[in-house]
């Protein structure tokens, strides 16, 4: 099971654009790579996930180099709602495995005004 | 459909009373799972329906722990005899066979404080 590593925490001002990056070093290869937002008492959310080079929504955009042993999130222009803990999780979702994925601490960003 | 409903919200409960929380998934969405998160930390897998049948325990589930899931619907988690280490958040998530490209859902969850 891979596992990742991520700042605990950050800082950041509003309109900003944020980027936190996750590593996992022994990422497999039908591993993806899959972001959740979570605010105080409540539970995650679903934010993004990829498997290789780029992929933007509306929210986010996340990076992942050739060596997928790291990503990045990247959020444009935050506001203070994006205040939150950001969890970075690796795992191969499509063999049924998703209850395994291990959770880390996750990044707790902080936007200033 | 109103995403993943669980109730209640926050329990406040004595040491050595019996609980159970209530968790409604996405109505197509047939994997269910339940964790808890402790303050600061990020959740832990407790355990996994696939439809009605629960198909992994971790660990961490003792034998006061017990779930549910009958006709492959809602799911109770039930505990018995709390302990003050029981306190946290209980945190419900549904997704769908076969992988998602959307990950879970997860519910608001259910806040634990044992007394």
Request: hydrophobic content about 30%; aromatic content about 10%.
């Amino acid at each position: 099971l891979a596992k990742t590593t991520q700042p605990i925490s950050m800082d950041s001002y509003e309109g900003q654009e944020v980027n936190i990056t996750c590593s996992h070093n022994n990422i497999a290869t039908n591993d993806y790579i899959t972001w959740y937002q979570q605010f105080p008492s409540q539970g995650p959310r679903f934010i993004i996930q990829g498997y290789k080079t780029k992929v933007t929504n509306e929210v986010a955009s996340l990076f992942i180099p050739a060596d997928r042993k790291s990503s990045t999130l990247s959020l444009p222009r935050v506001s203070l709602s994006d205040t939150a803990v950001y969890y970075c999780l690796v795992g191969d979702i499509y063999a049924g495995n998703n209850r395994k994925l291990i959770w880390g601490l996750g990044t707790s960003l902080a936007v200033n005004p | 459909d109103t995403g993943v409903s669980q109730d209640p919200r926050h329990k406040i409960t004595k040491r050595g009373q019996n609980v159970t929380f209530r968790c409604d998934p996405i109505s197509e969405h047939n994997r269910l799972y339940w964790y808890r998160q402790t303050l600061g930390q990020g959740p832990e897998f407790l355990t996994y329906f696939q439809n009605e049948a629960q198909l992994e325990k971790s660990r961490l589930l003792s034998d006061r722990f017990s779930a549910e899931r009958p006709k492959g619907s809602f799911s109770t988690l039930e505990i018995q005899r709390t302990e003050q280490g029981d306190s946290a958040m209980y945190l419900c998530a549904s997704s769908l066979e076969g992988g998602t490209n959307y990950g879970y859902t997860f519910g608001s969850g259910t806040r634990l404080t044992v007394v």
